[in-house]
């Protein structure tokens, strides 16, 4: 079993920035690929980035790209992604979830937590 909790949401005003933290137990947290994704109202869930078990090699979506950016810390089993810039069209319950190494499925999820972006 694997936990996952998401924290650091809420509101913030357009051109604003927020930290997501997502803190993971119950499995060797150096041993899994992890990645942010977030659904905004009416919408489904989209993919908004990916980093590597050693933190080598990130992903993101192309409307995220070069705004936020993803990080891990091993030693602290958690990871994290800066969102600056943010925009209303941003607003969404952000996930993490966590993949196995070698496989692009992610098998266990969070919560949530909820970023909401003001115009």
């Known amino acids: 079993q694997v936990q996952l909790v998401e924290s650091g949401g809420g509101l913030v005003q357009a051109g604003g920035s927020l930290r997501l933290s997502c803190a993971a137990s119950?499995?060797?947290?150096?041993?899994?690929?992890m990645g942010w994704f977030r659904q905004a109202p009416g919408k489904d869930r989209e993919f908004v980035a990916d980093i590597s078990w050693n933190g080598g090699i990130t992903y993101y979506a192309d409307n995220v790209k070069g705004r936020f950016t993803i990080s891990r810390n091993n030693a602290k089993n958690t990871v994290y992604l800066q969102m600056s810039s943010l925009i209303p069209e941003d607003t969404a319950v952000y996930y993490c979830?966590?993949?196995?190494?070698?496989?692009?499925?992610?098998?266990?999820w969070g919560q949530g937590t909820q970023v909401t972006v003001s115009s």
């Open positions: 979830a966590s993949r196995p190494i070698g496989t692009s499925k992610y098998d266990y």
């Open positions: 119950g499995r060797t947290f150096s041993r899994v690929g």
